[in-house]
């Protein structure tokens, strides 16, 4: 669906610190009770599905999410975990998609589902007036997807048109490049969604088999958020999915195995000869989800480049007027994760934003952070989280993450007091721990002909037109 | 205790669901005007320990003229660089350090900015807001640095869209005579050329205490509100009310087209835009529903016919609320293979087909439930709320409207939605604007 955005100032950048002397007035103290997540239960079926329950009675709506553990790591052929995702919605127990579709549009409500990195996501909203309905078709969706064969055939087209369009917007690709740049052939280096001409090769027969792999009760997690009676929902979700019975178990590997040792520096250069700007992310190894450090992790990058002040952002936009906006931030796995800088800016001014960009990075190790910087990104952190987990749909993803990433509401109610834990002895810990220091990858998508002869700067150029199927590598 | 909003959603009164038995009545919000015209909506919502502020500028590329393009998208800019108390950088790192973020954006019709904060930080954010209404001071490099940043946003819009590149050369050829022909970030050539005059004019005239809505939603009391509100925001002058934009676009009395060529697209995209009137206008309430019916969800009619046929990517509509008469946008990214042509048809099958056979009961009822649902979603949040609020005061003349708003959808019937697709939807009040790698040929 096309959503227009009107113009945003601010971009969804967010973070900052003043590294000036200017001593920042805390005004008010912030609120003395730590938000804590609302009351749920977690219930774990007879047949190892693993259910969440949390009430939430602000506006008569339910959010059904469930997560399935399988994503494109599990990919044995590029694309394969989302094109079932996807298949699914192509009608179920005997429902044509287009029923499905009608029924659902007809109540207002929603019905989507999707794959990333790790997991599977299935996704209903709906007025809890709606429930009866709304369940059961879910249920159907999730257990006994038919994957018609014309339907299949018609979802794969779109996807391989979808993924070769994909192209046409630097800020859409980028982060598949540089996932598979630093990743490589490792699972973790697999693009969410495959690529056009893997999806456009992909059976029926391999998505079924791939559906009956991985969706399975022992894999699987449902959390319900909303306007409902948790013990009538309970009879509900034990009538709906207590028969849905495991094949055998998921075939998990182990991805801490065989992840990358980066030993140069590198430059991936992706050709877009219209290009009027470079697109960039820089950037290394990050942490896990279950890192625990990962709270400071999020103050220190908060100064670093996660909030409009951030430094990253003073320096490249504020200052120099290079770009609409800088950031940099940790993408985490359950094994693994990516540490990056992301910005764009003018063809002509590559360099100049790479350099700045450079530059500015290295203060973390050269300068440090002041204790005034870091109030202010605590406070900020703080301040930030609550409204993260104000919807229904939030709270069902979180408690989804909590399946596939295996963490607990401690992540929340903790947050406060680890954030307010955090002392500048302990920033510089984490800043020589974790930010990759040297040996940096790069990825570039931009007019290479003018981009090419300054990108040798940084590291072992490799170069790949846009237009290649794929993301390099 | 989070407060249900059973009664709001009465208000606008899409349907009734049966849990809701509560009378709704105008309590639920407050509201209050300063002498000074400054009017503030309060909605007290503890759910969370966070409140907003949301002020709304009646500002916006409308008030614009050739040459100065796109200023008030720049001001909006500029109102993050420094006042009097705050000097330059202070706003956001101040609102920071109290736990706060903020953004703006700004549209054919508004400006408006948004902080977001903890509850506890709600003087702070008064203080912040009032120095920069009050006493702006507009500093020269700034000025300069943020023309890069505004060229940066322009340019990553176009690169990054062809939406972006579509819509702004549709609305040129749409409108000849009112502002709405230009794109809200303005031609390029007047983001390097406006003066510090220019800006210094444009604070004065539009932002004036009269000339704003403010919409507070959170963890907030009433009467703290109103005494913070007393204190930093009543004594800001009022000011002569702005110039009214009198422009009435002529009447389109032929089909208008654009072509833009883009080598590397790798499908054709099509846009177009048909005439129709501003959110005031009666007619608005059975077009935003005919919009659904074209467009929400995969039982939509576009949908069908042109993303299951395998004809296109996407499908869909684009109908913003406006204060004069603007555009009813169609839209469509070709699946491949398949030609500009082919794509820009099935568009005009699909709007003639509503004009000639109106659409059923039953799309009826649907729209109107995921409307229900639309605005159950937005009340989920305390941003959804405010901005509820601000637009209803703003597009309607007054947040009461939302009482009105039930009536209001459930009088459209089939029949004024066919009505609205013949009255508008026509070739002559057509404008196609298309983007592919192929050039069109002469025939």
């Known amino acids: 669906m096309m959503q227009y955005k009107p113009l945003l100032i601010v971009a969804a950048l967010a973070l900052a610190g003043c590294t000036a002397t200017q001593d920042v007035k805390r005004t008010q103290e912030p ?97 809890a007036k709606d429930l009866d309905t709304m369940l059961p078709l879910f249920a159907d969706v999730l257990l006994r997807p038919d994957f018609d064969a014309t339907e299949f055939d018609k979802l794969k087209q779109r996807e391989v048109g979808g993924l070769i369009q994909a192209k046409e917007s630097p800020r859409a690709v980028v982060g598949n490049y540089f996932g598979k740049l630093v990743y490589g052939e490792h699972p973790y280096g697999n693009a969410s969604g495959g690529n056009s001409e893997s999806v456009a090769a992909l059976t029926q027969q391999q998505v079924r088999a791939f559906y009956k792999g991985f969706y399975q009760p022992n894999n699987t997690s449902i ?83 996660g909030r409009f002040t951030s430094w ?79 919807t229904s749909g939030q709270l069902a993803g979180l408690l989804s993450d909590m399946y596939l990433y295996g963490f607990d509401n401690s992540y929340i109610n903790d947050f406060e007091r680890k954030v307010d834990s955090l002392t500048l002895e302990e920033t510089q810990r984490l800043i020589n721990t974790y930010f990759p220091k040297d040996k940096l990858q790069f990825v570039l998508i931009g007019n290479a002909a003018k981009v090419a002869p300054i990108a040798a700067k940084y590291g072992e150029v490799t170069q790949v037109n846009i237009k290649d199927v794929g993301f390099g590598g | 205790m989070k407060r249900t909003l059973s009664a709001l959603a009465l208000a606008m009164g899409l349907a009734m669901a049966p849990m809701m038995s509560q009378a709704t009545t105008a309590a639920d919000i407050k509201s209050f005007t300063l002498d000074n015209g400054m009017k503030i909506m309060v909605l007290e919502d503890a759910s969370i320990p966070n409140a907003n502020m949301y002020l709304f500028w009646k500002v916006g590329s409308r008030n614009e003229a050739p040459g100065i393009t796109g200023i008030s998208h720049f001001f909006e800019h500029m109102m993050f660089n420094g006042s009097k108390k705050y000097g330059p950088k202070m706003f956001d790192r101040t609102m920071e ?48 640095s943020e023309r890069g940043v505004v060229t940066s946003e322009r340019s990553t819009g176009l690169e990054n869209s062809n939406i972006r590149v579509l819509m702004e050369e549709l609305k040129g050829v749409a409108f000849r005579a009112h502002p709405y022909s230009w794109p809200v970030i303005g031609h390029e050539s007047d983001i390097a050329a406006w003066t510090l005059n220019d800006l210094v004019q444009y604070h004065k005239t539009y932002y004036a205490p009269n000339n704003a809505v403010v919409v507070i939603a959170g963890d907030v009391k009433l009467a703290e509100v109103k005494s913070l509100a007393n204190k930093y925001f009543a004594p800001i002058p009022a000011q002569a009310p702005p110039r009214e ?12 087209r654009t072509f833009i060529h883009k080598p590397s697209a790798s499908t054709p995209n099509v846009m177009m835009a048909y005439h129709v009137p501003a959110t005031s206008h009666e007619d608005y309430y059975a077009l935003e529903l005919l919009a659904g019916i074209l467009s929400a969800g995969n039982s939509s009619r576009l949908y069908q016919s042109m993303v299951d046929s395998q004809l296109a990517l996407e499908a869909d ?59 159950y979603r937005a009340m989920e949040t305390i941003n959804g709320k405010a901005n509820t609020l601000g637009t209803y005061e703003l597009f309607f003349g007054s947040f009461d409207k939302l009482f009105n708003a039930p009536e209001a959808y459930n009088k459209v019937s089939t029949a004024d939605i066919q009505r609205v697709a013949q009255t508008y939807l026509k070739r002559a009040n057509r404008s196609v604007a298309v983007l592919s790698a192929e050039e069109e040929m002469d025939k």
């Open chain 1, 31 to 127: 609120a003395a009770a730590a938000f804590q997540l609302p009351a749920y239960e977690k219930v774990t079926l007879d047949n190892g599905l693993t259910v969440f329950l949390m009430q939430q009675k602000e506006v008569p709506l339910i959010t059904v999410n469930a997560v399935v553990r399988a994503g494109a790591v599990n990919d044995t052929s590029a694309g394969i975990s989302a094109l079932t995702a996807e298949g699914l919605m192509l009608g179920s127990a005997g429902k044509s998609k287009r029923d499905i579709e009608n029924q659902v549009d007809f109540l207002g409500a929603s019905l989507s589902a999707e794959a990333g990195k790790e997991g599977s996501y299935i996704s209903a909203k709906f007025m």
């Open chain 1, 223 to 305: 959390s319900v958020v909303g306007d409902f009676d948790v013990a009538d929902m309970k009879t509900h979700l034990s009538r709906t999915f207590g028969a849905w019975r495991s094949d055998a178990a998921p075939q998990q590997q182990s991805l801490k195995q065989g992840l990358p040792v980066l030993e140069k520096s590198r430059v991936l250069l992706v050709d877009k000869p219209d290009a009027m700007e470079t697109t960039f992310l820089i950037g290394g190894m990050g942490i896990s989800e279950d890192n625990p450090d990962a709270v400071g992790l999020t103050v220190v990058n908060t100064i670093l480049g």
């Open chain 1, 312 to 390: 990253l952002n003073d320096e490249l936009r504020v200052n120099a007027g290079l770009t609409y906006g800088a950031r940099s931030g940790f993408a985490s796995y359950r094994d693994s994760g990516l540490f990056q800088i992301s910005t764009f800016t003018k063809t002509d001014t590559t360099e100049a934003a790479i350099d700045l960009a450079l530059k500015t990075y290295a203060r973390l190790w050269e300068q440090g952070i002041d204790q005034a910087t870091l109030d202010s990104a605590k406070a900020y952190v703080k301040g930030q989280f609550p409204p993260k987990f104000e």
């Open chain 2, 97 to 144: 350090a109290a736990g706060g973020a903020n953004n703006a954006y700004t549209t054919e019709n508004l400006t408006v900015y948004t902080d977001w904060f903890p509850a506890s930080g709600l003087e702070t954010i008064f203080d912040l807001e009032a120095d920069r209404i009050a006493n702006l001071d507009i500093n020269a490099d700034m000025v300069e």
């Open chain 2, 245 to 256: 934009v009198k422009t009435v676009e002529p009447l389109q009395k032929g089909e208008r």
């Open chain 2, 317 to 375: 509509t684009y109908f913003p609320m406006s204060f004069d008469p603007n555009l009813f946008y169609l839209y469509a990214v070709g699946a491949p293979g398949v030609k500009a042509d082919a794509l820009e048809q099935e568009l005009i099958a699909q709007t003639n087909r509503i004009a000639a056979e109106g659409v059923t009961e039953q799309e009826l009822e649907k729209i109107k439930n995921i409307k229900l649902m639309d605005f």
